[in-house]
């Protein structure tokens, strides 16, 4: 058995029933919760970061990672930042931050973990922070206004301003 | 021209560091409310994960299937041990080429539709070319497919087929002038052809173009002999550009679905021509035009009153790949399955595969240019050996430099052998022709020591007229704004760019750090359309708008949405034309029965422009006539703003919109709809083809660094500069020109297909291995919006999304030759190359 906490909801797995030892937790929430934002574009090589989620606030690729050794974590996905109306979102859809869109899931968990560890980057932090990440529509420019936008709305939440 | 201090300069968006956006008015170019305005992305649903994409689709009992794909450059399969695979677990169903459901000849519709699809242009009548028996590339599908329960058990069954399978390898080539030779081995052998030759009448593409005389490989235009003799210097020269992966690359795995049940066939397809369209039709040879759901019906054997077809969002596509039959294998070889089932059945292609199969046009390309000191081009002979792509159709390099220059006086010669490499098409413009053409005019402007852009603005015209004054008339005539495009950009990105102040004599600047300094100029015209639509005259289209009485609005119509945020656009020249409000109207793009105008890409709203114009004016009147009924008014006494219907003499005297409809829903149930052609200007057809000139002019201009000691280009700078008519959404506009300068740098330093000359076998076939750009090579980018009015869509808008992608590679050329002195002769341009230019490698 595992047990796994996914964007706030406790979830119980039975290993070899529910989930295979080999499962990989992408096919796990997608196939097991439906969580369609863990897009697969480059077929488990861990190299697009289509299906980035946070484990245990980690930036983590669910193709590369393991079910079974998410057993007692907690896990993040886009669903649960548009559940609780995460300012990233409304900035990468304010900024166009997407064309195509299905790579933006991924750039969002992405840049979620990066504003967590680091809520005042600057265009650089950004960067090295969402370079795991590809965008075949080239929105790169538009990402680092939506992922700025964002770091101020958290600050204004905080009481802090914008810059 | 005026001076840039007359101009009105918009920002409409958030800057940083590495994106400006400008939009760039007169004073007196007309304002809108909401056309040219930023709003709200009408898509941004897809941001959550929640829209569904092929691959988030789930049907009950639904079957996965796939192929094999050949391991072997060129190879037959002789055999398969099909009940191996069968009795594989989870395995449902297994496909040979040999099998008859291959070769069962369909309706006489469904032969003819189905022979407009064939992948490699060749027609047969049946549809064998979705699993053939012969592969003439590595990775095609080929041999055997399998359904299966679920994915572990298909790519089991797939990984386990490649030792069941008795294969014969074949002689091959995957070199193009190799391909050629009298001893060459036959590429292709179902071709039946005993060369590797092309004749390009046989394929019948190049009639494509209405200017060109039908089958012509070698086409003259003037005298080019003559224009070479009036030459005051002559360049000669050889560029080769080899094989990119953007055709099946897209980011989102192919595939498709199918459901054949009880006589009706329900599809998820993934194409930007999701219909049958006129849109070709009266040309002598009409290009393959994607699956359609009239052939999906015709393979199905049902009626089309029992087709119906759901178009989930893409993640990405791009040009050619819609074009070719090979878009359509996994929709075919679906409804194959799923007869054979009954089941709905997804058919997944593999990325490392797929995204090989089309590729962007590779070619080699010999010059001879003549020029007069002043910088006339006299003459142009462009010699090539290319892709049998896009550039097949458009005469090999020369369709830019005769749309848009006026140099009188062309040769142009092609050969398109058959290689043992996937075929190939134009993605984002189809590089080859932009390249070309600025390959002419850098050479010439470096012979010459000249600036570019003064070369650039010498010759710039259309179809051998220069634009002053000879094309300023047929402006007028024809209705334009007399404005000069191609000066209004360059001075826009000179500005930008400081170029009077950056540029130098080639390899005449060396920094402090031991770099090279170099900044490059290219120009090219917006890819148009406007031609293909005259040459079409019953071409028609047709998009519905419904209203609700809570005041909202549906635009209704089928349509492929490939990431254009074409929802956006369309609600906002519906808003602007119609008074409703853009927040109240939605776009429904599965409407089954109300052709939109294909394709997605390319042009996207420029094609439906004219069509939602229309649609918005067409509700705007419906709106007045039934509020003039209810107070008693005339339709002109009132007008429509934000949702309400008022008197204009007396404002207060109103009715809302989702009142009026509430109230009179009789004359509002069955919709209101626009038919007509699309895109064709709105405003303004050209008589003819050869009079449909393309005005509009686009920009690019980078600078760089070169490392002598490494050959690595550093991008400094970027400015792009795109006429594009008229912006309609500024989001929009920007992330086509962004995206499009990533593409471009990209193309040019290091986006290669590497093929093993001994085996013929990709090298670089998976995203760990081939250079895609991420946010660590974002770049600052300039990016300016000129609006002259000159295109051909409503309002004079024209495309975007094409030329950054092309003007940018060709720019960064330009600009490491200012850099370095040399040329460096191939592309992309990968350090040992621009070492081997600087004699180093």
């Known amino acids: ?163 | 021209m005026e001076g840039a201090e007359h101009r009105r300069i918009k920002r409409p968006l958030r800057e940083n560091p590495y994106l400006v956006f400008e939009q760039w008015q007169f004073p007196e170019d007309p304002e809108f409310k909401v056309i040219g305005r930023y709003v709200e992305p009408k898509d941004g649903r897809k941001i959550t994960g929640r829209e569904l994409y092929m691959r988030d689709i789930k049907l009950p009992g639904m079957l996965y299937a796939g192929w094999l794909t050949s391991p072997y450059a060129h190879a037959l399969v002789r055999s398969v041990d099909a009940d191996a695979i069968r009795s594989m677990p989870g395995v449902r169903d297994v496909l040979t080429c040999k099998d008859p459901d291959l070769h069962v000849e369909g309706s006489p519709e469904g032969l003819a539709a189905a022979g407009e699809l064939e992948p490699l242009n060749v027609k047969r009548p049946e549809i064998a070319f979705v699993l053939p028996c012969e592969a003439v590339f590595e990775g095609q599908p080929v041999g055997v497919a399998v359904a299966a329960d679920n994915m572990r058990s298909l790519y089991d069954a797939i990984w386990a087929a490649r030792s069941k399978v008795n294969w014969e390898e074949l002689p091959f080539v995957v070199d193009r002038d190799e391909a050629l030779r009298p001893d060459a081995p036959v590429a292709q052998l179902f071709r039946g052809q005993e060369t590797n030759a092309v004749d390009p009448k046989s394929a019948g593409l190049l009639p494509f173009v209405p200017w060109v005389p039908s089958g012509a490989s070698r086409w003259e235009m003037g005298n080019p002999d003559e224009g070479f003799r009036q030459a005051d210097g002559i360049v000669e020269f050889e560029v080769k550009a080899n094989v990119n992966m953007w055709g099946g690359g897209g980011v989102e795995p192919w595939a498709a679905i199918a459901w054949l049940h009880d006589g009706h066939l329900e599809l998820w397809i993934r194409n930007q021509v999701p219909r049958k369209t006129g849109l070709f039709e009266g040309l002598e040879s009409p290009p393959p035009k994607g699956l359609t759901m009239e052939v999906a019906a015709a393979v199905a054997g049902v009626p089309l009153s029992r087709v119906k077809v759901h178009i989930p969002y893409f993640g990405t596509s791009y040009g050619g790949m819609n074009w070719n039959g090979y878009s359509v294998i996994p929709t075919l070889l679906a409804i194959l399955f799923s007869r054979r089932t009954g089941r709905p059945v997804m058919v997944l292609a593999d990325w490392s595969s797929w995204s090989g199969i089309i590729g962007e046009e590779e070619g080699r390309y010999r010059f001879k240019v003549g020029f007069k000191r002043d910088g006339t081009i006299t003459a142009v002979e462009v010699r090539s050996n290319v892709t049998w792509g896009i550039a097949g159709l458009t005469m090999p390099g020369s369709w830019k430099i005769v749309e848009s220059t006026s140099i009188k006086n062309f040769r142009v010669e092609g050969v398109y052998p058959y290689t043992n490499k996937p075929p190939a098409a134009c993605y984002k413009h189809g590089t080859t022709e932009c390249l070309v053409l600025n390959e002419v005019f850098s050479r010439v402007a470096a012979a010459l020591g000249m600036d570019p852009t003064e070369l650039a603005l010498r010759n710039d015209g259309s179809m051998g007229l220069p634009m002053h004054p000879d094309l300023d008339e047929i402006k007028a005539a024809q209705g334009f704004p007399v404005r000069d495009s191609l000066r209004e950009v360059v001075e826009a990105g000179k500005r930008a760019i400081d170029w009077d102040h950056k540029w130098h004599r080639p390899g005449a600047m060396r920094l402090p750090n031991g770099n090279y300094h170099g900044i490059g100029f290219a120009w090219c015209p917006e890819w148009q359309v406007a031609p293909w639509h005259s040459v079409s005259p019953d071409t028609a289209f047709q998009v519905g708008l419904f209203l609700n009485e809570d005041g909202t609005a549906v635009i209704r119509g089928l349509r492929a949405l490939v990431g254009n945020h074409e929802p956006s656009t369309y609600a906002q020249i519906v808003a602007e034309e119609s008074g409703l409000r853009y927040e109240d109207i939605e776009f429904d793009h599965e409407f089954q029965d109300a052709v939109l105008s294909p394709p997605s890409g390319s042009n996207g709203l420029v094609w439906n422009s004219a069509l939602m114009k229309e649609l918005g004016m067409r509700t705007r009147q419906k709106l007045l006539e039934v509020a003039g009924k209810h107070m008693g008014k005339e339709p002109g006494e009132l007008d429509v703003k934000d949702g309400v219907i008022y008197e204009k003499a007396n404002p207060g005297n109103s009715i809302s919109v989702g009142s009026l409809v509430a109230k009179y829903r009789e004359h509002f149930a069955g919709g209101i709809w626009a038919t007509g052609r699309s895109a064709l200007k709105g405003t303004l057809i050209p008589p003819s083809p050869m009079e449909a000139h393309s005005w509009g002019r686009q920009a690019a201009f980078v600078e760089v660094e070169v490392d002598p000691e490494t050959g690595r280009i550093e991008v400094k700078n970027v400015v792009i500069v795109n006429d594009v008519g008229r912006v309609v959404n500024p989001g929009s506009v920007a992330g086509q020109q962004y995206g499009g300068v990533y593409m471009g740098i990209s193309r040019a330093l290091g986006e290669e297909i590497i093929y093993d000359p001994n085996t013929g076998v990709k090298l670089n076939d998976t995203l760990a291995w081939y250079y895609v750009p991420t946010i660590a090579d974002v770049y600052p980018v300039h990016a300016i919006a000129v609006e002259t009015g000159l295109g051909y869509g409503a309002y004079g808008i024209m495309g975007v999304g094409e030329d950054p992608a092309a003007l940018t590679r060709a720019a960064l050329r330009s600009a490491v030759h200012n850099a370095i002195g040399r040329w460096v002769n191939e592309d992309p341009m990968t350090p040992d190359r621009v070492l081997r230019a600087l004699g180093r490698a």
Do not use: W
């Not at chain 1, 290993?15 to 097991?32: I, S």
């Not at chain 1, 980035?52 to 993040?76: H, M, N, W």
């Open chain 1, 1 to 163: 058995m595992i047990r796994l906490t996914v964007n706030g909801k406790r979830y119980e797995f039975k290993v070899g029933v529910d989930v295979m030892p080999f499962t990989a937790l992408r096919e796990l929430l997608r196939d097991r919760l439906g969580l369609t934002s863990l897009k697969e574009m480059c077929e488990g090589e861990g190299v697009c970061g289509s299906c980035t989620v946070l484990v245990d606030g980690r930036p983590t690729l669910s193709c590369l990672t393991l079910a079974v050794d998410c057993d007692g974590k907690e896990i993040e996905t886009v669903e649960g930042l548009a559940e609780s109306g995460h300012p990233l979102l409304e900035a990468f859809s304010r900024n166009y931050a997407y064309q195509c869109g299905y790579c933006t899931p991924g750039f969002i968990m992405s840049a979620k973990a990066l504003l967590d560890r680091n809520p005042d980057p600057s265009y650089e932090d950004i960067v090295r922070g969402l370079s795991g990440n590809i965008c075949r529509c080239g929105t790169y420019a538009a990402i680092l206004s939506a992922t700025r936008e964002a770091a101020d709305a958290l600050k204004a939440r905080r009481g802090g301003g914008g810059l």
